[in-house]
């Protein structure tokens, strides 16, 4: 067992001391906490090119109740492994917005080590980090709302305790294997346009939207999208050029990777049809004309000087010039290509 490995495992068994009364309560809460993933589960990670340690996420959907585990393939792209039905949660679709309003969140949460629980009164627990930058932007306000066991939930994702136990696992194996922090990404739905078609009515149709930026994101590359606040509005795999990024104060001149913001102006330019054709539908009419976003410019390649190896000095011409355009190559003619190589350039 190496150091980081030991250490995270050192501060497990302390978490587990500590919140124990006497040695059966200790040796029950770590019996709950370390049990091992299924066979099948591991076998099928191994044939998608993954590890128990791998990095993992997970999405929730409360209008289908089911929560995702996703890892990471030896392709660095991620892999649905399992889905589990939510037992229950409380409240209805929509966002948090106040301690006591029963609701479970939606938004965008990291999970750390320090927001595992493996001594919940709900067998099982990790908490989501809510209020998270932008839900504190907004003044909102709630705790301990977590995804947990024993089937009962007060604003929190339930599940059954044997279902807790393998998706504890999931995320204990991950964060005991290195990774500092787990995405959780919570929606009402699957934010596909005939579901938002369905729901343009709803007072948080607007905040829906965002998210589904975020969805997008995902479902075009199959990485967890870098996660940013500003001016009280999520903002998904784009880099401040000047500036920072401030949760309460307007966003900074930003940009997004050249060939994911191609990919990614296809795929809102698809999905405006769409919405347009089922909303027609809908209201018994004809299909009329949507704006489309033009697609981005390439940048313009840089000059880069090559330095010159001594023996190749004698026969390299005087001035040796090459294009650096690993960021601003021509585009591809098929969205397939462009979103393959997507994964260099976006960070998890």
């Not at 250490?7 to 200790?26: E, T």
């Not at 995405?183 to 009515?201: G, I, L, W, Y």
């Not at 709803?202 to 965002?210: A, G, R, V």
Request: hydrophobic share 35%; glycine share 6%.
């Amino acid at each position: 067992m190496n150091l980081r490995r030991f250490s995270i495992a050192l501060g497990f068994a302390s978490a587990l001391v500590l919140a124990g009364c006497n040695s059966s309560d200790v040796l029950d809460v770590a019996r709950k906490a370390n049990q091992p993933l299924p066979q099948d589960v591991v076998r099928k990670m191994k044939a998608q090119g993954m590890t128990k340690s791998s990095p993992v996420m997970m999405r929730i959907f409360k209008d289908e109740g089911t929560l995702e585990v996703w890892k990471q393939k030896d392709t660095g792209r991620y892999a649905l492994v399992k889905s589990y039905e939510i037992c229950k949660y409380s409240g209805v679709k929509g966002p948090k917005i106040k301690e006591g309003d029963r609701q479970a969140p939606e938004g965008f949460y990291m999970v750390n080590r320090g927001l595992m629980n493996p001594n919940s009164n709900y067998y099982l627990a990790f908490n989501l980090g809510y209020p998270n930058r932008f839900d504190r932007s907004l003044g909102r306000t709630g705790t301990n709302l977590m995804v947990h066991g024993d089937c009962s939930s007060a604003g929190c994702y339930a599940m059954t305790d044997e279902n807790v136990a393998e998706i504890y696992g999931f995320a204990r194996d991950a964060l005991a294997g290195g990774q500092e922090a787990f995405q959780v990404q919570a929606f009402p739905f699957r934010m596909t346009a005939e579901n938002m078609v369905k729901h343009r009515d709803s007072e948080h149709f607007e905040y829906w939207s965002m998210l589904k930026k975020g969805y997008d994101h995902f479902e075009l590359t199959q990485l967890p999208p870098k996660v940013d606040v500003c001016n009280r509005r999520y903002v998904f795999n784009q880099s401040a050029i000047e500036g920072s990024f401030n949760a309460n104060a307007a966003c900074p001149k930003m940009e997004m990777p050249y060939k994911l913001e191609v990919a990614y102006t296809k795929f809102e330019n698809n999905y405006a049809v769409e919405f347009e054709k089922l909303l027609a539908k809908h209201e018994g009419r004809k299909p009329g004309p949507v704006s489309l976003k033009p697609l981005p410019t390439a940048p313009a390649p840089a000059a880069v000087k090559v330095d010159k190896l001594p023996e190749e000095a004698a026969v390299a011409p005087a001035n040796v010039i090459a294009t650096a355009s690993s960021s601003g190559a021509a585009a591809t003619t098929t969205e397939t290509t462009l979103v393959e190589s997507t994964a260099q350039e976006v960070s998890n």
